[in-house]
């Protein structure tokens, strides 16, 4: 839970038991957008855990990405290189994250290096059409 602008709660996607990064419910989504902010809010809460003492986190990779599930659904059956996913496009079709900063976090799992993935993806929001 985290409070939102007029002072209440609201319910956050994704949450820390532990070590281990969790989601309620289902990453199944059919619009690009809502993938791109459940991305982008899965590294937040991974930097909030690091900031506050945690020494790592087990994200289970593509498992916890709401992109590699939104281009799965969405394409071919390619987990995690789908054409839809606006990173592999971005990277020339290069693998997955590669050549982003979560090549960075995967070898070094930071707060600092979880919220420069966070931003990476945030840059994708303005280029959605839906």
Not at 73 to 78: A, I, P, R, T, V
Not at 98 to 108: E, H, L, S, V
Request: with cysteine.
């Amino acid at each position: 839970m985290v409070r939102n602008a007029g002072g209440g709660c609201e319910m956050t996607k994704f949450y820390m038991d532990g070590h281990i990064l969790k989601f309620h419910g289902s990453l199944e989504t059919d619009s690009l957008r809502q993938a791109i902010l459940w991305s982008i809010e899965k590294f937040k809460v991974m930097a909030v855990h690091l900031d506050g003492g945690g020494d790592y986190v087990y994200n289970h990779g593509s498992g916890t990405c709401a992109l590699c599930v939104y281009s799965e659904n969405k394409s071919d059956g390619l987990v995690c290189c789908a054409k839809k996913c606006p990173i592999y496009q971005e990277n020339e079709n290069y693998f997955g994250c590669g050549k982003t900063p979560y090549d960075d976090f995967a070898r070094n799992q930071t707060a600092h290096n979880a919220r420069r993935e966070a931003e990476f993806l945030r840059g994708f929001l303005s280029e959605v059409v839906e």
